[in-house]
């Protein structure tokens, strides 16, 4: 009996008797293999063209909103607002005010991204740099940049340093923590390759930790651009009346105090504008250039 | 510069090598030695925590042994230099910020080797040897794995290295494409006698792509034996096929005598 299953085995390894057999493949007959979309659907799947769609709802929600209320002084209508916008527009106003406010804020922004490269340079060459750079984040990275103002007009007056010192603190911690965590964060088998080559230390930071780390370190720069922008807005608010230049803040303030509604919803317009500019134009292009391209990030 | 036409290119003299865990103090491999001459396809073979990828490893110079010496041409490795080049098991030795033409380029500019035209004129030579041309200016994440092995091996073989370290570069790949890496290396090496240290777990692929194999046991490795081999994987005069005696001596013959022991 053992014996007969012990022979049987084999034969129920394989599965129910069907026959082999091999076919020919066919080249035609199958109907659609490839066909372009219509136009509605090439349309609907351009992301952009999406949200310029859901742009123009809102508009027409806040139009329409706005004629209900009737109310020029709590709620300007977009028409009026774009009308608003158009003026200081034409008159310059707006402008040297976004000019005014973007100069102040690169200032801001480079002296931040200096910083942050000193911060995550000695983070990286040594284990106190790096627990420096860990304390210094840990106390700092929560406290929002606006709370320092005050402190900055004792320490460097009213006018163009204060704003950027507070900018700095906005943009600092951000960039040098996120930088340093994408340093850290480099495989290592890109060091070891790095380190194959036998090149020097400055050419191993430039050429295989910044690439390596570039998604982190974009991020930094994103996140520092962000901070900064509404700090710098917040502060010109704050005291923009003292500080000569008078910025976009500083525009919006002096609006509101003549009451000319309008003339403050066209000059937060223009923060979300530029806000979305940089966000779409030139972040959105770096990462289409780099890490996109590379595959780091899809 | 000593030329030593005769003598080892390679010379692993007692090499003890140790790493830390967060716990512990491991011994990779104890006391072994063995020596590489050019143009030998030296395999290190041996089971999972053998230390085989350490040993390679320091011969790289990235790790320094804590006992005995590692020379290349006599002289003793103490870092990682272009004159020994890593080809690593994971698909992401590729830089990805780079094409592969920039990576093998890169490579060769990078270690001051070449400059400019000529090192794209070299970068391309073996880019076409490894039939890669029309991929020349992708970026690797958008190549098969097996591609971005064959880019890894261009760039070892551009850069001429006096000896290539492979780090089982075939592992992560499907058995069908494998094999074909292996014949294909097999083909590089018949155009140029290139010295190759290989390392690998799987016997066949120690079997088919070594001349020269060495075994080490397991945990802490240490030198078993070490055979040649012609790929053909012949029958000894014991009767057994290489592959067999191989396979015999790493899984079913009793552990090694454990005296020296002391971690």
Redesign the interface.
């Given at each position: 009996m053992s014996e007969a299953v012990k022979h049987a085995m084999p034969v129920q390894r394989a599965t129910t008797a069907r026959p082999e057999f091999v076919r020919e493949v066919t080249d035609t007959g199958y109907g659609v293999v490839e066909k372009p979309l219509g136009v509605f659907e090439t349309l609907w799947g351009n992301a952009g063209l999406r949200k310029v769609g859901v742009l123009v709802f809102l508009a027409c929600l806040w139009q329409a909103y706005g004629l209900w209320v009737n109310n020029d002084l709590l709620m300007p209508t977009f028409t009026q607002t774009v009308a608003a916008l158009w003026t200081d527009v034409a008159s310059g106003r707006l402008p040297a005010a976004a000019a005014a406010s973007m100069k102040v804020l690169l200032q801001g922004y480079v002296a931040g991204l200096a910083l942050a490269a000193i911060l995550t340079a000695l983070a990286t060459a040594s284990r106190i740099g790096s627990d420096l750079l860990d304390v210094l984040t840990a106390m700092f990275n929560p406290l929002p940049s606006i709370a320092l103002l005050p402190l900055a007009m004792i320490w460097f007056g009213l006018g163009d340093p204060s704003i950027i010192f507070v900018l700095i603190h906005a943009v600092l911690w951000s960039v040098a923590l996120n930088t340093h965590a994408g340093f850290r964060g480099v495989s290592p088998t890109w060091r070891m390759v790095g380190r194959n080559y036998g090149i020097g230390q400055i050419g191993y930071i430039w050429s295989i930790l910044i690439p390596g780390a570039f998604p982190s370190i974009l991020t930094g720069l994103k996140i520092g651009w962000a901070f900064a922008w509404r700090t710098l807005i917040a502060a010109e608010l704050v005291f923009g009346s003292s500080s000569g230049g008078g910025g976009l803040g500083w525009y919006v303030f002096e609006n509101k105090n003549s009451l000319e509604i309008p003339s403050v919803f066209a000059g937060l317009l223009t923060v979300i504008l530029l806000g979305l500019v940089v966000e779409n134009l030139v972040f959105r292009t770096v990462e289409r250039l780099t890490v996109q391209r590379w595959g780091m990030q899809q | 510069m000593v030329e030593l036409s005769g003598g080892p290119l390679l010379e692993v003299d007692g090499v003890t090598l140790q790493y830390r865990t967060k716990r512990n103090l491991v011994t990779a491999c104890y006391r072994i030695d063995f020596e590489i001459h050019r143009s030998d396809r030296f395999v290190i073979l041996g089971p999972s925590g053998c230390g085989k990828s350490t040993l390679l490893?320091a011969t790289?110079g990235?790790i320094a042994p804590v006992e005995g010496e590692i020379r290349l041409n006599g002289a003793v490795v103490r870092?990682?230099?272009?004159d020994?080049?890593?080809v690593?098991q994971?698909f992401?030795?590729l830089?990805?910020?780079k094409t592969v033409r920039q990576n093998v380029v890169?490579?060769l500019t990078?270690?001051?080797q070449l400059k400019g035209r000529e090192a794209d004129e070299r970068a391309m030579h073996y880019i076409d040897k490894v039939n890669l041309s029309k991929f020349a200016d992708s970026?690797?994440?958008?190549l098969s794995g097996g591609m971005k092995q064959r880019v890894a091996i261009a760039r070892g073989m551009a850069m001429e290295p006096e000896i290539l370290l492979m780090d089982e570069p075939f592992a992560a790949l499907d058995a069908l494409t494998r094999v074909r890496m292996q014949d294909e290396l097999l083909a590089l090496w018949e155009e140029t006698r290139f010295t190759l240290m290989f390392v690998t777990h799987s016997i066949s692929e120690a079997v088919k792509v070594g001349s020269r194999i060495l075994l080490l046991s397991a945990h802490p490795g240490q030198v078993r034996a070490e055979m040649n081999s012609d790929g053909s994987d012949p029958e000894g005069p014991d009767g057994m096929r290489l592959s067999a005696r191989i396979e015999r001596m790493l899984f079913h013959e009793g552990t090694p005598e454990r005296e020296t022991e002391n971690v």
């Open positions: - | 490893k790289g990235y870092r990682p230099g272009p020994r080049m890593l690593f994971e992401d030795q830089l990805p910020w890169f490579a990078a270690s001051g970026y690797p994440h958008t």
